[in-house]
């Protein structure tokens, strides 16, 4: 069951209180997928735009979070992995506790803190300008987020590979022009790529 199935419907089931807590991680979580730019499918389906993510919201009770470990993106205030690291894919069939964090975790990757610079939008086009033979490409978020849509292929690695194979940058670098995550999309798996933290990778399977 995604998000936007909850409704009211399996209140019992559920329990008042789980529900009531579960209602307040939609509301709080809901726009943030098209902050991110993701597709509207799978654990992200049916949210709306709107919301980005602070450091102080980022911090919430998020269910799972002992079995993710605290966040390796040094030195920012992040959220709970939906996910351990070794398994970075959150897939549809998965609680919807864990699809929340998934949305909350993707935005925080994405949103920036008070000590980063500036992006650059157009160093992070022509970053996209070289990865156009990886796939189709484009630039969000004001040059903080670089995309690559492919037909069949994105995986955890295929960001960091792509960065790699057809650019002279490397993550660090990517960074310090104020580009914080790339992201590969196909018809059924998106992936983020920290540019903190080469580990870091988020994918969810619709």
Do not use: N
Request: glycine share 10%.
């Amino acid at each position: 069951m995604v998000a936007a199935d909850l409704g009211t419907a399996g209140v019992g089931s559920l329990g008042v209180m789980h529900f009531r807590r579960v209602a307040r991680g939609v509301a709080l979580a809901a726009a943030a997928a098209c902050a991110i730019g993701c597709d509207r499918s799978g654990p992200l389906a049916d949210l709306d735009a709107g919301w980005t993510i602070t450091p102080s919201a980022a911090g919430g009770d998020q269910v799972g979070a002992r079995d993710a470990g605290p966040s390796r993106d040094a030195g920012r205030r992040m959220p709970p992995r939906p996910v351990p690291i070794t398994s970075p894919t959150v897939r549809v069939t998965m609680p919807i506790e864990v699809q929340l964090q998934a949305i909350q975790y993707m935005a925080a990757m994405e949103a920036p803190q008070p000590d980063d610079g500036p992006a650059e939008a157009a160093y992070a086009q022509s970053i996209a300008a070289s990865l156009a033979s990886a796939g189709k490409t484009d630039v969000g978020a004001g040059g903080r987020r670089i995309e690559i849509a492919v037909a069949k292929g994105c995986d955890a690695s295929m960001p960091k590979q792509a960065i790699a194979r057809h650019t002279a940058a490397s993550l660090t670098t990517l960074l310090a022009h104020g580009v914080l995550v790339v992201r590969c999309s196909d018809h059924e798996v998106q992936c983020l790529q920290s540019t903190r933290d080469a580990d870091d990778v988020l994918c969810t399977h619709k």
